[in-house]
């Protein structure tokens, strides 16, 4: 079993992080997508991915769910080539030393930062090489959602 994580914090709150992460284009943060077919889950596209310029990928996403601390958007991956892999987006409040938030708390409209959490998992074993890949892409995604709610241009 192949598990892969990356961890970003982004300057926005956390509803409007779960927000931007729901819509379908959330898939053209990840960097070397080059064209996404579809409006709605699930949605084909093409990326750079494990040693192919144009792999393509078949997402599909469920709507953000809220829980007590969290908002969490689960998903699956089929790569064309690849093992069928299934993760989670959690998105969780920061108070302003760190400390995750729950969103019913009084004061947390002030709170303006959010914290994400990827993870991927696949049943079976990736090349290491692969998995080193995409953790690096993962960590580049949240890079780019991060650059998108700051206000910056997004670098693929």
């Not at 927000?19 to 960097?31: C, K, R, T, V, Y």
């Not at 998105?91 to 991927?120: K, R, Y």
């Not at 080193?132 to 700051?150: M, P, T």
């Amino acid at each position: 079993m192949t598990t892969v994580t990356a961890t970003r914090t982004v300057p926005i709150d956390p509803a409007s992080t779960a927000l931007l992460l729901a819509g379908p284009s959330a898939i053209e943060f990840w960097p070397g997508v080059t064209r996404v077919d579809g409006v709605l889950s699930p949605l084909s596209a093409f990326a750079e991915l494990a040693g192919d310029s144009q792999r393509r990928l078949v997402v599909c996403a469920q709507p953000p769910r809220r829980t007590a601390t969290a908002y969490i958007t689960a998903f699956s991956v089929d790569a064309d080539g690849l093992p069928s892999a299934s993760g989670i987006l959690r998105v969780t409040g920061l108070d302003w030393i760190g400390g995750t938030v729950v969103p019913e708390q009084p004061d947390h409209a002030a709170n303006v930062a959010a914290s994400i959490q990827f993870e991927l998992k696949s049943d079976v074993d990736f090349d290491a090489v692969v998995e080193r890949e995409i953790a690096e892409a993962a960590q580049r995604f949240l890079d780019n959602v991060a650059a998108f709610a700051g206000g910056r241009s997004v670098r693929a």
